[in-house]
């Protein structure tokens, strides 16, 4: 028992670790900028701040940091668009800029760069600026304007910021995440004064979104600091708690097995559809990232996921509904070797690959880690281990839902015994469409 106790004191441990690297808080696939625009009596300054998170950081392994650097100002150079009185004005760059690599999840890095440009703006009186520097991309994007000396300034965008310069990011603002891309100032003779709207609201703010403790895990393992099986352990954990977080089919699981009166061995059968399909799923998702970055961006192929497993779901609904208002109708039908005919293999296949089609993008960030830290092997035996917990959430979830429907069945309450596999079939249904709806938007 002593040893048990231990055992678990340590996988406790390692679920709880903070680590020494945090999660990117907008994500991992992030590129997320700022432009700080300070207007004097005859220049127009631009200091342009980027922080690209682990992903697209590891997309660009392979160039030296001068190059990195170059690439940047190159887009700023593209991207920033500087209008004074009504006619293009070129922003020049000053200085050399700086770039730093911080530490990422799964021993990947972060890059963050900071360019300065400069554009005479002599009498200047209305200016404005446009930034459309990774507009294809996922982020932070914003703008905010500083008076200068002898200038009294007047702004659609904010005087301040809540990042800190894209350091820390507001918790509540996370999920809507700013997207500034145009500011315009009128300017005349002043004392440094700006008249500009409120910034956002300043809460609570984190460099971390969570969800990252899988790969601080894998830092862990590689570094040696444990035994593996420890690890694996604490990586089932992550799995199976991760499972809990919104999504991930859980709903749809216990839905289907209520609608055509499933069985423990079917329940764990969709746990292992899960678990293959999100293992291969990760595995293919890094194939992309690491072949295809050229042409593909991994991040857009997350809505056409979402969609394709929203049609799926649709597809296993449809399906149940029907075949549960055919019995419905037929009360004739209704004998015991006729109450799983609904449950076809190919239904069950459908929904666990459905739920485990999405990859996890910790998963992912622990493979990309893997591979730059020449540990392929533990990168990929810990995320077997994650998504069998995943799965085992799952699977759990599932023979509650078969026993709840046997309790059922055993009251003998012959309304709530046709209703519920029939309701169940039409929430489903309603499942599936909620996804492919959310899936559109982001693919037009």
Not at 136 to 144: A, F, L
Not at 193 to 210: F, L
Not at 393 to 402: D, K, N, R, S, Y
């Given at each position: 028992?002593?040893?048990?106790?231990?055992?678990?004191?340590?996988?406790?441990?390692?679920?709880?670790?903070?680590?020494r690297a945090d999660a990117?808080?907008?994500?991992?696939?992030?590129?997320?900028?700022?432009?700080?625009?300070?207007?004097?009596?005859?220049?127009?300054?631009?200091?342009?701040?980027?922080?690209?998170?682990?992903?697209?950081?590891?997309?660009?392994?392979?160039?030296?940091?001068?190059?990195?650097?170059?690439?940047?100002?190159?887009?700023?150079?593209?991207?920033?668009?500087?209008?004074?009185d009504g006619r293009a004005?070129?922003?020049?760059?000053?200085?050399?800029?700086?770039?730093?690599?911080?530490?990422?999840?799964g021993g990947l890095r972060?890059?963050?760069?900071?360019?300065?440009?400069?554009?005479?703006?002599?009498?200047?009186?209305?200016?404005?600026?446009?930034?459309?520097?990774?507009?294809?991309?996922?982020?932070?994007?914003?703008?905010?304007?500083?008076?200068?000396?002898?200038?009294?300034?007047?702004?659609?965008?904010?005087?301040?910021?809540?990042?800190?310069?894209?350091?820390?990011?507001?918790?509540?603002?996370?999920?809507?995440?700013?997207?500034?891309?145009?500011?315009?100032?009128?300017?005349?003779?002043?004392?440094?004064?700006?008249?500009?709207?409120?910034?956002?609201?300043?809460?609570?703010?984190?460099?971390?979104?969570?969800?990252?403790?899988?790969?601080?895990?894998?830092?862990?393992?590689?570094?040696?600091?444990?035994?593996?099986?420890?690890?694996?352990?604490?990586?089932?954990?992550?799995?199976?708690?991760?499972?809990?977080?919104?999504?991930?089919?859980?709903?749809?699981?216990?839905?289907?097995?209520?609608?055509?009166?499933?069985?423990?061995?079917?329940?764990?059968?969709?746990?292992?559809?899960?678990?293959?399909?999100?293992?291969?799923?990760?595995?293919?998702?890094?194939?992309?990232?690491?072949?295809?970055?050229?042409?593909?961006?991994?991040?857009?192929?997350?809505?056409?996921?979402?969609?394709?497993?929203?049609?799926?779901?649709?597809?296993?609904?449809?399906?149940?509904?029907?075949?549960?208002?055919?019995?419905?109708?037929?009360?004739?039908?209704?004998?015991?070797?006729?109450?799983?005919?609904?449950?076809?293999?190919?239904?069950?296949?459908?929904?666990?690959?459905?739920?485990?089609?999405?990859?996890?993008?910790?998963?992912?960030?622990?493979?990309?880690?893997?591979?730059?830290?020449?540990?392929?092997?533990?990168?990929?035996?810990?995320?077997?281990?994650?998504?069998?917990?995943?799965?085992?959430?799952?699977?759990?979830?599932?023979?509650?839902?078969?026993?709840?429907?046997?309790?059922?069945?055993?009251?003998?309450?012959?309304?709530?015994?046709?209703?519920?596999?029939?309701?169940?079939?039409?929430?489903?249904?309603?499942?599936?469409?909620?996804?492919?709806?959310?899936?559109?938007?982001?693919?037009?």
């Amino acid at each position: 028992m002593r040893r048990l106790g231990l055992a678990l004191g340590v996988i406790v441990a390692l679920l709880g670790a903070t680590g020494r690297a945090d999660a990117h808080p907008l994500g991992n696939f992030s590129v997320n900028h700022l432009a700080v625009v300070s207007i004097a009596r005859d220049a127009v300054d631009v200091r342009w701040i980027l922080d690209q998170a682990e992903v697209p950081t590891f997309q660009e392994r392979g160039l030296a940091p001068r190059e990195v650097l170059a690439r940047k100002r190159a887009a700023a150079e593209a991207g920033l668009a500087l209008r004074v009185d009504g006619r293009a004005v070129a922003l020049r760059p000053v200085g050399a800029g700086r770039i730093a690599f911080p530490p990422g999840q799964g021993g990947l890095r972060l890059t963050r760069v900071e360019l300065r440009f400069r554009a005479s703006a002599v009498g200047a009186r209305r200016v404005e600026l446009r930034d459309s520097t990774f507009r294809d991309r996922i982020g932070w994007r914003d703008i905010i304007v500083r008076p200068g000396a002898g200038t009294a300034v007047r702004s659609s965008v904010p005087a301040r910021e809540p990042t800190g310069g894209l350091r820390r990011y507001p918790r509540d603002l996370i999920s809507s995440p700013a997207n500034r891309r145009v500011a315009r100032f009128t300017v005349r003779a002043g004392h440094a004064t700006v008249a500009a709207p409120g910034s956002r609201a300043e809460g609570p703010v984190t460099t971390d979104r969570g969800g990252g403790g899988f790969a601080r895990l894998f830092d862990d393992a590689a570094a040696g600091r444990g035994v593996l099986l420890a690890f694996l352990l604490a990586a089932f954990g992550w799995g199976a708690l991760h499972a809990l977080s919104p999504g991930h089919g859980k709903a749809m699981v216990a839905a289907y097995l209520v609608g055509t009166r499933g069985t423990a061995r079917q329940a764990v059968l969709l746990g292992a559809t899960v678990t293959v399909t999100h293992t291969i799923g990760v595995f293919a998702l890094g194939l992309v990232t690491l072949a295809l970055s050229d042409f593909i961006l991994p991040e857009d192929l997350y809505p056409w996921l979402n969609l394709v497993a929203g049609a799926m779901v649709v597809g296993v609904g449809i399906a149940v509904l029907r075949g549960r208002l055919r019995r419905a109708v037929h009360a004739h039908d209704h004998h015991h070797h006729h109450h799983h005919a609904s449950l076809t293999p190919r239904g069950l296949l459908a929904l666990g690959a459905s739920a485990g089609l999405i990859p996890c993008p910790s998963a992912l960030v622990v493979l990309l880690g893997a591979i730059a830290q020449a540990q392929i092997l533990l990168g990929m035996v810990l995320i077997v281990a994650f998504s069998l917990g995943l799965a085992a959430t799952l699977t759990v979830l599932g023979l509650a839902a078969v026993w709840t429907t046997g309790r059922v069945e055993r009251l003998r309450v012959p309304a709530a015994a046709r209703l519920l596999p029939v309701a169940s079939a039409a929430v489903i249904v309603a499942l599936g469409c909620a996804l492919t709806v959310q899936a559109v938007p982001k693919l037009v």
